[in-house]
Nanobody, 129 residues
């Protein structure tokens, strides 16, 4: 059984930065795709970013490209989402997710929720204007 625990959320002013962490326990996630999704009040959950085990490729939603950066520490079984130049529209509950990486699937396959087997409980990010 895999548990994912997000941390690092909080309240920040527009233009500020936060770094979210997603720590995994129960099993190494070295060979997994790790994704971040977010859900704002009244809206559907949406893809934010993902990083693959195969080659370490990263993928970002257009809305965060250039502002958010994914990284991983396999030794700590942790993935980080560095969020810079935050905007009020980034306010949401941020979830990390994990799924075994399947090389035959393109990166865009992991923009969807359904491939992911494991989900964290979420961490709240609030950006004030």
């Amino acid at each position: 059984q895999v548990q994912l625990v997000e941390s690092g959320g909080g309240l920040v002013q527009a233009g500020g930065s936060l770094r979210l962490s997603c720590a995994a326990s129960g099993r190494t996630l070295k060979y997994y795709v790790k994704g971040w999704f977010r859900q704002a009040p009244g809206k559907a959950r949406e893809f934010v970013a993902a990083i693959r085990w195969c080659g370490g490729s990263t993928y970002y939603a257009d809305s965060v490209k250039g502002r958010f950066t994914l990284s991983r520490d396999n030794a700590k079984n942790t993935v980080y989402l560095q969020m810079n130049s935050l905007k009020p529209e980034d306010t949401a509950l941020y979830y990390c997710a994990a799924d075994p990486d399947t090389p035959r699937y393109s990166g865009s396959y992991y923009y969807r929720e359904y491939p992911y087997d494991y989900w964290g409980q979420g961490t709240q990010v609030t950006v004030s204007s």
